[in-house]
């Protein structure tokens, strides 16, 4: 049973807006930074964001995070069929292991 | 460009061992900013993070698998092995690699995978 909570499912239109989140507690998320992650089929998982908003070299800004409190966000802007796909959020538990999301998965309709 | 790539069986019969290797090439695992993970994924769930190992040996695990997660590391081939003992269906899944950028400063822990190996699916039947 993951510790961190997000919305089974997100469907939008190309071109629109999707706003992904990540519900967590005060001994993960209310503590430290997190980080999301894009699982598409056949390719190996990529790191969108990590220190909460900040973008790995190659991740276009369509791709923004937030964090306030046990919750953090994230935002695609622009909705490409490409970005099809899982996304999760990740970070630390005090319990001493990393922690992941439940998982999102965007559909482009 | 640093690229990760596990290896080992593909099938397990149930309550052996699972062993898989992943081999690092662009980077050295010696790296002092790094640290090398184990992240798994059962099909049609979400993914678990099982543990990390430094250059130096040092290991963290999940604590739900640690009696029966070893993993090691070979900086000679730049590699990281993981060990899953006493395997039953419920370990088949996607075992990915990854690079781990891990810190903790008063209490507040930066962690995130930089990098991953494509995954390799382990089955676990009869």
């Known amino acids: 049973q993951s510790l961190l909570t997000q919305p089974p499912s997100i469907s939008a239109a190309p071109g629109q807006r999707v706003t992904i989140s990540c519900s967590g507690s005060r001994s993960n998320i209310g503590i430290n930074y997190v980080s999301w992650y894009q699982l598409l089929p056949g390719a190996a998982p990529k790191l969108l964001i990590y220190e909460n908003y900040k973008r790995p070299s190659g991740i276009p800004d369509r791709f923004s995070g937030s964090k306030s409190g046990t919750s953090a966000t994230l935002d695609i802007a622009g909705l490409l069929t490409v970005d099809e796909g899982d996304y999760y959020c990740g970070t630390w538990d005090t319990s001493l292991q990393g922690v992941f999301g439940t998982g999102t998965k965007v559909t482009v309709l | 460009q640093v690229q990760l790539q596990e290896s080992g069986p593909g099938l397990v019969k149930p309550s052996q061992t699972l062993s898989l290797t992943c081999t690092v090439s662009g980077d050295s695992i010696n790296s002092d900013n790094y640290c090398w993970s184990w992240i798994r994924q059962p099909a049609g769930k979400g993914l678990e993070w099982l543990g990390h190992i430094y250059s130096s040996g040092n290991t963290k695990y999940n604590p739900s698998l640690e009696s029966r997660v070893t993993m090691s590391v070979d900086t000679s081939k730049n590699q990281f092995s993981l060990e899953l003992s006493s395997v039953t269906a419920a370990d088949t899944a996607v075992y990915f690699c990854?690079?781990?950028?891990?810190?903790?400063?008063?209490?507040?822990?930066?962690?995130?995978?930089?990098?991953w190996g494509q995954g390799t699916l382990v089955t676990v039947s009869s």
């Open positions: 990854a690079r781990e950028d891990e810190l903790t400063l008063f209490g507040v822990t930066k962690i995130w995978f930089d990098t």
